[in-house]
């Protein structure tokens, strides 16, 4: 684009396209996330869109070794997303299976290596993709809490986003970050780990429990709803206060439905009235 002394309006054609990848989780349990996620990539500077063909990320089945039914569920990720500038996810989990497992479930194969390689390039977790992609360096949100945030194993660990949402959430007016002791310690979620060791499950979940109510906050902040709905179930069963919702929500200021694990106040009933003699 030519730079002259005038200010030329980016035209819709010219923005970034992306592909939202929604995530099961999301679609199913908290679609407030993705409509959040799809915010503020539009606020970015992006066309966001959500291609109606996606599915599950095939992570479940590859960590269950099931190779034949996670290949399925990539080719159809990569045949759904192919197009796209950039490929965003709400969560690290399913990023990282789509960016760094994609090219192991293809290698050798002339018909679908080249095309899972191009399709991981442009693959980013949300947050990461706001910072280091967009260059965003703060959001219009505001909300008064005390938060501490969860490194979610494959955020941190497989995808190594630590500091973009940091960043981003400092930005939040009136919100205090404070940091929990090893705060990328596992929930105890783990996909299938939850249910195939309850008790190695439950003994993270403590841990993780303990380590956020010593935090002294009154919010958690993760980027995995895995994660969340975990210690939110945690959370709720110990009858904690403490609130806990995806980054998205909190990034997006779409903090109007409940918190992740409580209830949406219903219609006040009429009391019921006895039956005439």
Same mark, same amino acid.
């Given at each position: 684009m030519p730079q002259t002394g005038t200010q030329i309006a980016v035209t819709a054609q010219e923005k970034p396209r992306v592909g939202l990848f929604v995530t099961c989780l999301v679609d199913l349990f908290r679609p407030s996330v993705g409509l959040a996620a799809a915010r503020l990539i539009e606020e970015a500077g992006c066309r966001v869109e959500v291609p109606m063909a996606q599915a599950c990320c095939g992570q479940p089945a590859f960590a269950s070794g099931d190779t034949a039914d996670a290949r399925s569920a990539a080719e159809t990720a990569i045949a759904a997303f192919e197009d796209f500038d950039h490929v965003v996810?709400?969560?690290?989990?399913?990023?990282?299976?789509?960016?760094?497992?994609?090219?192991?479930?293809?290698?050798?194969?002339?018909?679908?290596?080249? #095309? @899972?390689?191009?399709?991981?390039?442009?693959?980013?977790?949300l947050t990461s993709f706001l910072v280091d992609i967009s260059g965003v360096k703060a959001v219009a949100a505001a909300r008064d809490a005390t938060a501490t945030y969860h490194d979610a194993c494959s955020g941190f660990g497989e995808l190594g986003v630590k500091d973009p949402p940091r960043a981003l959430l400092a930005s939040v007016k009136g919100l205090k970050l404070?940091?929990? #002791?090893?705060?990328?310690?596992?929930?105890?979620?783990?996909?299938?780990?939850?249910?195939?060791?309850?008790?190695?499950?439950?003994?993270?979940?403590d841990q993780k429990a303990r380590a956020i109510s010593a935090s002294g906050a009154d919010l958690l902040i993760a980027?995995?709803?895995?994660?969340?709905?975990?210690?939110?179930?945690?959370?709720? #069963?110990?009858?904690?206060?403490?609130?806990?919702?995806?980054?998205?929500?909190?990034?997006?200021?779409?903090?109007?439905?409940?918190?992740?694990?409580? #209830?949406?106040?219903?219609?006040?009933?009429?009391?019921?009235?006895?039956? @005439?003699?």
């Open positions: 996810a709400p969560s690290g989990a399913c990023a990282g299976m789509l960016r760094n497992q994609y090219p192991t479930l293809f290698r050798g194969d002339p018909a679908w290596e080249t #095309r @899972a390689k191009d399709f991981a390039a442009k693959v980013h977790e404070v940091e929990m #002791r090893d705060a990328d310690a596992c929930c105890g979620f783990g996909g299938a780990v939850c249910a195939k060791y309850p008790d190695l499950s439950k003994a993270k979940a980027g995995d709803l895995g994660c969340l709905m975990k210690i939110a179930g945690k959370l709720k #069963r110990e009858g904690s206060a403490i609130e806990v919702r995806h980054v998205a929500e909190v990034l997006a200021g779409m903090n109007d439905d409940p918190p992740i694990g409580g #209830r949406r106040a219903g219609p006040a009933r009429d009391a019921p009235t006895e039956s @005439a003699a």
